[in-house]
């Protein structure tokens, strides 16, 4: 069975004056996958992330992210992604619910079809008694939880995370996954970028980023083998030192 | 458009659930022109001064009364000696000593000519010329009083005419000048912080990644701000207009068109502010000193540009707000129409373009 890529990206780069952030990348996501973006801090994930969301313009290489172009599409592109990124970024000064309309307000979505996805999602969160409270008052884990939900307000095709679980306690990061995994079963395509090695081995296929370059990409179970490793932190530690 | 409406919406939580914008918005405004319309005058009402008499006669006596009359001064105290001028100062109430000459009376009979010296406290010197200039007047109507029997050889007779503010009201001054600083504050100011601190917090990011197009965030932001200064400019005006009694001679009409126009032009500083700052505080210590501090300095608002130093009056032309204080003094103080300050107008409409199209360039970049 053949699936579809929803993005192909063929030697991706981008350079800032003469540094290199992310250097000729090669890779694609099938429809549907979870795809692990992991790097160390400055690795180019963020940057590499931002050409495929299209607020970053590439120097050289193609992508294509649900089928339209990076340079030329990133309109169409817009449509099409939900983007949660490393900084919370709901309004802490709007109600969970004032929340939910804007942002589905601004993806275009109808008023009855706002009401009627407000409703779902403050009730699957399981936030009715304080869907009337100011967002700045609920707890970290909660405001990522409904941060994410809300990236997936208008059904995007993929949706970007961009480091989604930092600062969280692993209760709540077991629970954020879940949620990612049930995104994933209805058909979305998950694209996240994590630091956090165990998590790794919740994704189907993960790409090991190192200096701007893509150094391994595979399944995690194949990496393993492939590093004679037993975790994915020592695939990760192993392949650093051998790149030194 | 309905993606719009949603966005000003909120725009506005954001500015209603913020006391301290909600202070900036409505307080200050308000404090502002009832501050520089009672408090900062440059009028001269009641000076509490000093007399030194050291002939005491008829002539002076009728002087003193004059003086003492006029509701322009207070006769606070009597000195006796020529030291004791010099303490009635130092205690700071008295700002002038009216010193009449021994034999004031007998030297005006005798020489035709009696001297008063008259010494105010410098320290103001604004004061003490406006001082000065008030007893000279008071002296000069005395002395053609009492002339007036007599038939000059020739005489000049200047007859003065202050127009367009007859009664010399500083807050006349002052009306357009508030205004706009406040304009310029609650647009530039408010906005480029707003902008920043969307960076600051991530969500502007957000806002970019969805199909909103970057021109529309930035008008979904500056819209409210629009609503709300020209609120702002509407207030300022009835509180001129009824508490200070400030004529709007010209049209109404074109004296809102006008504000508008500064307002564009403010907001889109505070864009460009916006595009340069990346924390809420560098906004707003790029719009106080790199705004404020020129429009209070350089506009021609406290300090006349004419008498400012040539260098100084070439860079006030750079000054929105100097040419937008010459309107509406025109418009409202001398009821001016379009004719007389089509120039001006025109000079803020090319600025504001100027400045939308120098933050639409730095946009792009930041976006790349």
């Known amino acids: 069975m053949k699936t579809e890529n929803v993005i192909e990206a063929d030697q991706l780069t981008k350079t800032f004056g003469g540094f290199t952030a992310v250097n000729a990348i090669t890779f694609e996501v099938k429809k549907g996958e979870i795809f692990g973006f992991l790097g160390a801090n400055g690795a180019g994930k963020t940057t590499a992330m931002k050409m495929l969301i299209g607020i970053s313009k590439p120097s050289s290489g193609t992508a294509k992210v649900a089928g339209f172009d990076v340079y030329t599409q990133t309109e169409s592109i817009k449509k099409n992604i939900g983007y949660m990124s490393q900084k919370f970024a709901l309004y802490d000064d709007l109600t969970v619910k004032e929340n939910i309309t804007f942002f589905g307000g601004i993806y275009g979505l109808s008023r009855t079809k706002i009401k009627e996805k407000r409703e779902q999602l403050v009730s699957e969160l399981g936030l009715e008694n304080i869907s009337n409270k100011l967002v700045g008052s609920l707890p970290l884990g909660w405001k990522q939880k409904l941060s994410f939900s809300v990236s997936l307000l208008h059904e995007p095709k993929i949706v970007f995370l961009d480091e989604p679980t930092g600062g969280v306690d692993p209760i709540t990061r077991r629970q954020f996954w879940e949620m990612i995994y049930k995104a994933a079963d209805q058909g979305t395509t998950i694209f996240v970028t994590t630091h956090y090695m165990d998590e790794a081995e919740y994704c189907d296929r993960v790409s090991i980023m190192v200096e701007g370059k893509i150094e391994a990409l595979d399944t995690p179970k194949k990496l393993k083998e492939q590093f004679k490793a037993d975790s994915m932190s020592q695939v990760f530690l192993k392949l650093a030192r051998n790149i030194e | ?368």
């Open chain 2, 1 to 368: 458009m309905k993606r719009f409406v949603g966005f000003i919406k909120k725009e506005f939580y954001h500015i209603f659930r913020d006391r301290r914008s909600l202070f900036i918005l409505f307080g200050m405004p308000i404090a502002q022109i009832l501050l520089f319309g009672f408090a900062i005058t440059n009028e001269i009402n009641n000076v509490d001064i000093a007399i030194l008499d050291h002939s005491k006669d008829a002539t002076t006596e009728e002087i003193i009364n004059k003086i003492s009359a006029s509701k322009y001064f207070t006769i606070k105290q009597i000195i006796a000696r020529e030291a004791e001028i010099e303490t009635a100062f130092k205690k700071g109430k008295i700002k002038a000593v009216l010193n009449f000459e021994k034999d004031f009376s007998k030297n005006l009979i005798k020489d035709q000519k009696g001297i008063i010296q008259i010494i105010t406290d410098a320290t103001n010197p604004n004061t003490a010329n406006s001082i000065t200039n008030y007893i000279n007047s008071i002296l000069q109507n005395y002395q053609q009083s009492k002339n007036k029997d007599i038939v000059m050889e020739y005489q000049i007779i200047p007859q003065t005419r202050m127009v367009y503010n007859p009664e010399l009201k500083s807050v006349f001054m002052f009306v357009p000048g508030v205004m706009t600083i406040i304009l310029m504050l609650v647009s530039a100011m408010m906005t480029s912080i707003s902008i920043t601190r969307e960076k600051e917090l991530g969500t502007m990011e957000i806002l970019l990644v969805s199909p909103l197009k970057p021109f529309q965030v930035i008008i979904g932001k500056v819209v409210p701000y629009i609503f709300l200064s020209v609120i702002n400019a509407t207030v300022i005006v009835l509180l001129s207009i009824f508490i200070f009694k400030t004529p709007v001679q010209g049209s109404l009409f074109l004296l809102g068109a006008e504000s508008v126009l500064f307002i564009i032009t403010s907001l889109a500083l505070g864009i460009l502010i916006s595009t340069i700052a990346e924390t809420q505080q560098a906004a707003m210590m790029i719009s106080l000193m790199g705004l404020m501090l020129p429009v209070i300095l350089l506009s021609g608002f406290i300090f006349p540009i004419s008498s400012m130093p040539v260098p100084l009056q070439i860079i006030s032309n750079i000054i929105p707000a100097k040419w937008f204080i010459i309107i509406i003094k025109g418009i409202m103080l001398k009821g001016v129409g379009m004719i007389y300050i089509w120039k001006e107008t025109l000079i803020l409409i090319g600025m504001t373009l100027f400045f939308i199209g120098l933050s639409v360039k730095k946009y792009k970049i930041r976006l790349e």
